[in-house]
């Protein structure tokens, strides 16, 4: 055997060890690295059921968070992963490169990305995860990366394995930038690529189902935006449920009854994929996390 075979299978038992082995409490997730690029190390924070059973295999929700590609952290989704955790999925929340951190652009955010999506479902089976059944969402600049992976050709990293697939099979975006024209946001930090790296510029034929939460008074991201992308991928022939919210601002979706009201329609939506089974438990699950 050689040693990148030898190596490869000790990964492998390690992982499964420590999934087998370490019990998961909702607000506890397990950090595994799935990048490094210099001395930059990213994890993957994993959210598991808490009567996990490693003989199952579990449908996945891979999050991005905000932050303008700028900054933010993996927490910005910590209750919906606990949520969907608590539903019987494995939530992921995903570290990628920032600028305030690591001096990065938006494009190195998308192949951070698209290398996490990647790497689930090359591990699918360490991890537990059903590899077709992956969604991905995010919220502003993270949505714009789960919509970039669902739409965009290319922007891989260099040395990828691209016969797997980076491809979410349905995504979930709360108030995300997926314009990056003039008429949208981010046009001038991308150095004249905007339509390379802009999800409405790149909806084809066979774009996962999308579900979309948006405020009307949403001064970051144009509401024109979403009525486009909406149309689209109608177009294309794609499902797309579009959520407006009026007179809501950016990020109103992590507040107060927002909050509630958008995670109970992400759950429909994913009950409508069989991604999950059975009636929400939205309410009852955060009224006894109080």
Known sequence: MSFKNIFTSLFILVISFSYGQRSTVNNKPISIEYKVIDTIRLNLHVYRPENFDDSKTYNCMIFFHGGGWNGGNFKAFQRQSQYLAARGMVAISVDYRLKNTHGTSPFEAVEDAKSAIRYVRKHAKELHVNPNKIASGGGSAGGHLAAACGNIVGLEAANENLSISSVPNALVLFNPVYDNSKNGYGYRVMNGRHLEISPLHNITKGAP??????????????????????????????????????????????????????????????VSLNYLKGKSTVKEFFRNKK
Do not use: W
């Open 209 to 270: 189902p999308t579900l979309v939460f948006f405020g009307t008074k949403d001064k970051t991201t144009p509401v024109s935006s979403s009525i486009a992308y909406e149309k689209k991928m109608k177009e294309v022939g794609s499902r797309c449920d579009m959520h407006f919210y009026e007179g809501q601002p950016h990020s109103f979706f992590n507040k107060g009854t927002f909050f509630i009201d958008t995670v109970e329609k992400m759950d429909a939506f994913l």
